[in-house]
């Protein structure tokens, strides 16, 4: 049976949240972000194991090495991190050749992307356990949707159209996909801005498997907010279902 990889490129530097460290390594309930995501992969059953691609010069991850010492053996770290999520990724995949085979999974998920919950992810394994090529957690557009153009004086935006929601969907992480085919689709197309663009462009089409809005990725400063909120509504969720299964 093919095993299930799972590589999260960190390499990024997060500078549209305007913070001083990259947006990976900032607080969310005492913990880095990271550390969310990594909580999640590496105490999922499917998963063999877990690598972080860490930009060569990264100065934030042995900060916490106690904190990804919990994880034991299931996590591994590659400073291999490119300019770009696709070659991060790219290189991730070379680094990992002699342990994965062709027909293996690779899980590819954002490291900004804290709220991923154990249910979504098993989701996503299951519906693609049988799959050829493999897809990615996605939402269906619900709101309207606007094309914008820059107001000629430079006061801002203005409408240039609506545009027609139906069939949209927005793409979101993990993307899961055949070792094999995503390593080859990334070596000919890393112009991307995820992993299913570069499958897209190699000839697949790949499966999008329903998930919900809640699997948000912090990019701007109230993002971490809601982040946080969601995350703490589950951990009450999960304290008031104990105290209910031990009474």
Same mark, same amino acid.
């Given at each position: 049976?093919?095993?299930?990889?799972? !590589?999260?490129?960190?390499?990024? =530097?997060?500078?549209?949240?305007?913070?001083? /460290?990259?947006?990976?390594? +900032?607080?969310?309930?005492?913990?880095?972000? *990271?550390?969310?995501?990594?909580?999640?992969?590496?105490?999922?059953?499917? !998963?063999v194991r877990v690598w972080v691609a860490l930009s060569p010069g990264d100065a934030y991850w042995?900060?916490?090495? $106690? *904190?990804?010492?919990?994880?034991?053996?299931? /996590?591994?770290? /590659?400073?291999?991190?490119?300019?770009?999520?696709?070659? =991060?990724?790219?290189?991730?995949?070379?680094?990992?050749?002699?342990?994965?085979?062709?027909?293996?999974?690779? +899980?590819?998920?954002?490291?900004?992307?804290?709220? /991923? =919950?154990?249910?979504? %992810?098993?989701?996503?394994? #299951? #519906?693609?356990?049988?799959?050829?090529?493999?897809?990615? %957690?996605?939402?269906? &557009?619900?709101d309207t949707l606007k094309r914008g153009e820059a107001v000629r004086d430079g006061a801002g935006?203005?409408?240039?159209? #609506?545009?027609?929601?139906?069939?949209?969907? &927005?793409?979101?992480?993990?993307?899961?996909?055949?070792?094999?085919?995503?390593?080859?689709?990334?070596?000919?197309?890393?112009?991307?801005?995820?992993?299913?663009?570069?499958?897209?462009?190699?000839?697949?089409?790949?499966? &999008?498997?329903?998930?919900?809005?809640?699997? +948000?990725?912090? $990019?701007?400063? #109230?993002? *971490?907010?809601?982040?946080?909120? !969601?995350?703490?509504?589950r951990e009450t969720q999960e304290t008031e279902r104990q105290k209910h299964d031990n009474t």
């Amino acid at each position: 049976m093919a095993q299930c990889y799972a !590589i999260i490129p960190a390499a990024g =530097s997060g500078s549209r949240l305007g913070a001083e /460290l990259p947006k990976q390594y +900032l607080n969310i309930m005492g913990r880095p972000l *990271l550390w969310h995501v990594l909580n999640v992969f590496c105490h999922c059953p499917e !998963i063999v194991r877990v690598w972080v691609a860490l930009s060569p010069g990264d100065a934030y991850w042995s900060e916490w090495q $106690t *904190l990804w010492q919990t994880f034991g053996d299931r /996590l591994g770290v /590659l400073f291999c991190g490119g300019a770009s999520r696709a070659k =991060s990724v790219r290189n991730a995949l070379a680094a990992v050749g002699d342990t994965v085979l062709p027909d293996d999974w690779v +899980l590819v998920h954002d490291a900004a992307r804290p709220c /991923l =919950s154990p249910a979504m %992810l098993d989701h996503l394994v #299951t #519906t693609l356990a049988e799959d050829a090529v493999g897809g990615l %957690l996605a939402a269906p &557009l619900a709101d309207t949707l606007k094309r914008g153009e820059a107001v000629r004086d430079g006061a801002g935006v203005q409408v240039r159209e #609506t545009l027609p929601r139906a069939g949209l969907w &927005l793409a979101q992480t993990p993307q899961m996909f055949r070792y094999g085919l995503l390593r080859a689709a990334l070596t000919t197309h890393d112009a991307v801005t995820d992993e299913a663009g570069a499958m897209e462009a190699a000839g697949f089409a790949p499966r &999008l498997v329903d998930s919900d809005i809640s699997n +948000l990725k912090v $990019t701007y400063p #109230t993002d *971490l907010a809601l982040a946080e909120w !969601i995350l703490r509504g589950r951990e009450t969720q999960e304290t008031e279902r104990q105290k209910h299964d031990n009474t």
